[in-house]
C-alpha cells in the first residue's frame, strides 16, 4: 500500500525508541509524473515534473536537518535494479547524530512549508531507519 507519512504506531515506535546513537535513514522513492500541489497553493496547475518538486523539498530540508547536525549522504536517481525487481525512481539517504536531532528538524520552523513540495512531489514512498554499523562521515 502506497505511504507518505507514518503510521501512529511506527511513529510513536520511533519516538520512543531509547537508542540515543546515531541513525541513517534509507528512503525509497517513487516520484509523480507531475506535481500535484493543493489548490489554492502558488505551485498549483505549475506544469512540472514530480522529481522536481521534490527536489525543493531536499533542498530545503537539507538545510533544516544541517542545523540540528543532520547530512544528506545521498540523494540519487536508480538507475536500474541489480539484484531484485522494484519500482523505486530515487533513494535518499539522509544521517542524524541522534533521534532527537531527526524529531528536532522536524520542528523546524519552515518544516510546514517545505512539506508541501514533498507531498506534491511522491506518490509513495519507504523510509527505512538504521543504526549506523560503520559510517565513515
Not at 520511533?14 to 500541489?37: E, M, S, T, W
Not at 536508480?78 to 539522509?94: C, S
Amino acid at each position: 500500500m502506497p505511504a507518505l507519512q507514518p503510521t501512529a504506531d511506527q511513529f510513536r515506535s520511533f519516538r520512543d525508541d531509547p537508542h540515543d546513537g546515531p541513525i541513517a535513514q534509507v528512503n525509497l522513492l517513487k516520484y509523480r509524473v507531475r506535481a500535484a500541489y493543493a489548490p489554492g497553493d502558488p505551485e498549483y496547475g505549475a506544469d512540472e515534473s514530480g522529481a522536481a518538486a521534490y527536489q525543493r523539498y531536499v533542498d530545503a530540508f537539507t538545510i533544516a536537518a544541517a542545523e540540528v547536525g543532520g547530512i544528506c549522504l545521498l540523494h540519487s536517481n536508480v538507475e536500474r535494479f541489480f539484484i531484485g525487481a522494484g519500482d523505486w525512481d530515487a533513494v535518499l539517504v539522509m544521517h542524524f547524530p541522534s533521534r532527537a536531532a531527526f524529531m528536532g528538524s522536524l520542528g523546524h520552523g519552515d518544516y510546514v512549508a517545505m512539506t508541501r513540495h514533498r507531498e506534491a512531489g511522491l506518490l509513495c514512498q519507504e523510509l527505512i531507519v538504521t543504526r549506523p554499523v560503520t559510517a565513515d562521515l
